[in-house]
């Protein structure tokens, strides 16, 4: 038994001196993986951490050579500044109406075009999402003269109202939400129809939460494109007092182009909606990759 047993324990020696080399390269490679990782991420924040930075120096602070990462004597001064140079509140309002409304009609439509595309069968379906799906290759400049002429003929030019219908309805947003709602086995629906229950209730009460990880990163990628146009607002709004951040923080920093401090300022509070929507949905954009992922 003792001859055995020392027997075995010579065999199983190799093997865990084999193994050895494996878990060392294994965690060195782990290491330069989170190493190369932490680069990436710092090249990415570096540019934010600097306009943060920028925006509570004074102006000579930040013309100083060399330059000084953090404030030595933070200050206020420039958001101050920017808020009573500027009808900076009113271009927030209406980046936020827009975004918001923007985002809502969007998460709407598409939970319902992208549940009915997976779910039910009409004429035409087949050929119906081909062709939503072909929008998707078209280029924003091709619509911009039909979409300008559309909104002079019904008079929303000039009004938040131009900005807010043509997100209303996104081709991408019905075919993320389809694919989510493909998955969702038939028998559940089935199953709640048996019990009485109409297409609303099914929708609102069954897929909604089933799709919730997809709606929250839809919703997320829709107020950040939204929240960032430029193109559009340009061409049907002339209004200063009815432009969106994006439009104003261009005249604000061309009018204040020697004034860094105020740039940095306008630029800051400009990100912090952005920023917040991000951390609050953050979750649940991960989540909606993952899934995607295993689909």
């Not at 969106?244 to 740039?263: C, E």
Request: glycine letters at 4%.
């Amino acid at each position: 038994m003792a001859h055995a047993v020392q027997t075995a324990t010579r065999v199983a020696q190799p093997a865990v001196s084999r193994r050895r080399p494996g878990s060392r390269t294994k965690i060195v490679g782990q290491w330069l993986l989170v190493a190369a990782f932490t680069i990436g991420a710092l090249a990415f924040i570096a540019p934010l951490l600097l306009m943060l930075s920028a925006s509570f120096k004074p102006i000579a602070e930040i013309l100083r050579v060399p330059p000084t990462f953090l404030p030595e004597a933070p200050t206020l001064d420039s958001y101050r500044t920017v808020l009573e140079t500027a009808p900076y509140l009113a271009w927030y309002r209406n980046s936020l109406v827009v975004a918001t409304a923007v985002t809502g009609f969007c998460l709407v439509t598409s939970g319902l075009g992208g549940y009915i595309f997976a779910k039910f069968e009409f004429p035409l379906k087949k050929p119906l999402f081909t062709v939503i799906l072909a929008t998707m290759m078209i280029p924003f400049p091709v619509l911009l003269i039909p979409q300008y002429l559309i909104a002079n003929k019904l008079g929303l030019l000039n009004s938040l109202w131009a900005l807010i219908l043509p997100g209303v309805v996104s081709a991408f947003g019905i075919f993320l939400v389809r694919q989510f709602v493909a998955g969702i086995p038939n028998d559940l629906i089935e199953a709640a129809r048996l019990d009485g229950a109409s297409e609303w209730a099914i929708f609102i009460r069954i897929i909604v939460p089933l799709v919730r990880p997809a709606l929250a990163a839809l919703g997320v990628f829709t107020f950040l494109i939204s929240w960032n146009d430029y193109l559009w607002p340009l061409v049907a709004i002339n209004d200063l007092e009815k432009s969106t951040i994006p439009l104003a923080l261009t005249f604000f920093n061309s009018t204040h182009a020697t004034r860094y401090d105020l740039v940095m300022a306008s630029a800051a509070m400009a990100v912090v909606p952005v920023l917040i929507v991000f951390i609050i949905f953050q979750r649940h954009i991960v989540k909606a990759l993952v899934l995607a992922g295993m689909k």
